[in-house]
């Protein structure tokens, strides 16, 4: 029999063996993409510091993440839909923006006083949008109200943000926290950064004016439920205790291809949280001083939050509510028989024998 050997269990020792695990399953996608198309672009309602606002979210086609090269997230096959090659050009992406203004020009009878725009990775990296672009798209929305743009912490400086505080915009970025332990960032999804790191993210956003949306992720890979439950609400916690993250958004680990969490859950090694699980986040940090919100993707399918199926649409549409209005009593409302295997799992689920129920 072979002896693990002490080294395997060494912190922080796992970035690389997770890593080379991640660029062997992101190789096996071939498809390739227009970098004149942006991935994805719709319109929505979110609630904001100064109300709720019809917004127009962009998921800008960039060259990718730089980290995501190196092996990525755990969960994350935002990548997968990249352009190969690295770059795409000044040209390219403003022709993407103008492709979303066509759409929303089409979809909606007035302008969004929201834009929000995601890449597959961080605006704010030069590598993956010049200075030059984000300064074009700062000018191109100065006339709406509000703007959040994601990035990873490292590439939030103040200079930065000013491109789009000085055109007059209520500026947040948004930044992929995923969780507040360190630990559980490191070793279950795979991401570099530190809590300190997301703080000093947040200081640089406020010398210009601007402000942070944290992005937590529920329930990573090697998490047991009430694990996954308990870091959420201490994550929750110290984001809105930092100055200058006036938002959270706690998003359920859904699965998605070409990523780790996908090969663990084709062998029944994983199961995306309990809707009921995140209802349970949302009312017990309603102390908390920011806007506490989830946007369950996939909801009610295997491959996202799900409860037993009968309660499920029902579930998310409370949260939904919650989301716009931030009041618990929202959950009263909805209850299931599903509810007591739910706590059964929280109470007997450990990291031998997950996911306990499916
Ligand atoms: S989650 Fe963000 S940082 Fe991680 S690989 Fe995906 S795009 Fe990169
Ligand atoms: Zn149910």
Redesign the pocket.
């Known amino acids: 029999m072979s002896q693990p050997s002490p080294e395997v269990y060494e912190r922080g020792r796992g970035m690389d063996a997770h890593n080379e695990v991640m660029r062997d399953i992101r190789s096996e996608n071939d498809q390739s993409y227009d970098p004149r198309e942006p991935t994805r672009v719709w319109i929505d309602e979110d609630n904001t510091p100064d109300g709720v606002y019809q917004s127009l979210t962009i998921i800008l086609n960039t060259g990718g993440?730089r980290?995501?090269r190196a092996g990525?997230?755990t969960?994350?096959g935002?990548?997968a839909e990249s352009v190969e090659g690295g770059s795409v050009s000044h040209d390219a992406l403003m022709e993407q923006i103008q492709v979303c203004l066509d759409h929303e020009a089409e979809e909606a009878d007035e302008q969004s006083g929201l834009i929000k725009i995601y890449t597959?990775?961080s605006f704010l990296d030069e590598r993956e949008v010049p200075a030059e672009t984000r300064r074009a798209i700062a000018e191109t929305f100065a006339d709406r109200d509000r703007i959040v743009v994601e990035s990873?912490p490292d590439f939030v400086d103040r200079e930065k943000v000013r491109d789009f505080t000085e055109q007059g915009l209520e500026t947040d970025v948004a930044v992929?926290l995923e969780t507040a332990t360190d630990r559980v960032r490191h070793d279950c999804v795979n991401?570099y950064f530190d809590f300190a790191d997301f703080e000093d993210a947040c200081a640089e956003a406020r010398e210009a004016g601007g402000g942070v949306k944290a992005y937590l992720l529920m329930k990573p890979p090697f998490l047991s439920e009430q694990e996954a439950l308990e870091d959420m609400q201490s994550s929750v916690r110290r984001c809105g205790a930092v100055d200058g993250c006036h938002t959270v958004s706690m998003n359920p680990c859904n699965v998605q291809r070409y990523t780790m969490v996908d090969e663990l859950f084709y062998e029944g090694g994983y199961r995306p949280p309990w809707l009921w699980s995140v209802a349970e986040v949302l009312r017990t940090t309603t102390d908390v001083d920011a806007i506490v919100v989830s946007d369950p993707v996939g909801h009610g399918s295997d491959r996202g939050a799900h409860n037993c199926g009968e309660c499920d649409d029902r579930v998310q549409r409370a949260i939904k509510d919650f989301d716009l209005r931030q009041d618990p009593s929202v959950f009263e409302q909805v209850e299931c028989e599903c509810e007591f295997t739910w706590e059964l799992v929280l109470e007997e689920e450990a990291s031998y024998n997950m996911p306990l129920a499916r």
């Open positions: 993440c980290w995501a990525g997230c969960m994350c935002y990548v597959s990775g990873l992929g991401k």
